[in-house]
């Protein structure tokens, strides 16, 4: 069993700052990719940065400048950090998780979410 803990999220105005963190427990031998989705209402889930476990870093284009996605993989943590925030961020931003684990293979893992809303 995997879990993913996100923290973090909540009302930020305009043009402010951020951090959302997310832990993953359980029975892991490695994660691969790590990152960050999220889901506005009437709308489709997104990705909005991804990390691989060697550091490559993947953003929308739309956070692009503005969010830096990065992971402690001594904690199994990866974390979002989100500046210049603008309303179209509001969405429940979902932690994702390609875990590996021993004699099972790799499965994808997704945290509860969290409210971020940016408005003034």
């Known amino acids: 069993q995997v879990q993913l803990v996100e923290s973090g999220g909540g009302l930020v105005q305009p043009g402010g700052s951020q951090r959302l963190s997310c832990a993953a427990s359980g029975s892991i031998f490695s994660i691969n990719t790590m990152g960050w989705y999220r889901q506005a209402p009437g709308k489709q889930r997104e990705l909005v940065a991804a990390?691989?476990?060697?550091?490559?870093?993947n953003y929308a284009d739309s956070v692009k400048g503005r969010f830096t996605v990065s992971r402690d993989n001594a904690k199994n943590t990866v974390y979002l950090q989100m500046n210049s925030l603008k309303p179209e961020d509001t969405a429940v931003y979902y932690c994702?998780?390609?875990?590996?684990?021993?004699?099972?293979?790799?499965?994808?893992?997704w945290g509860q979410g969290t409210q971020v809303t940016v408005s003034s």
């Open positions: 990390i691989t476990s060697g550091g490559s870093k």
């Open positions: 994702n998780a390609q875990v590996v684990r021993m004699m099972w293979g790799t499965y994808d893992y």
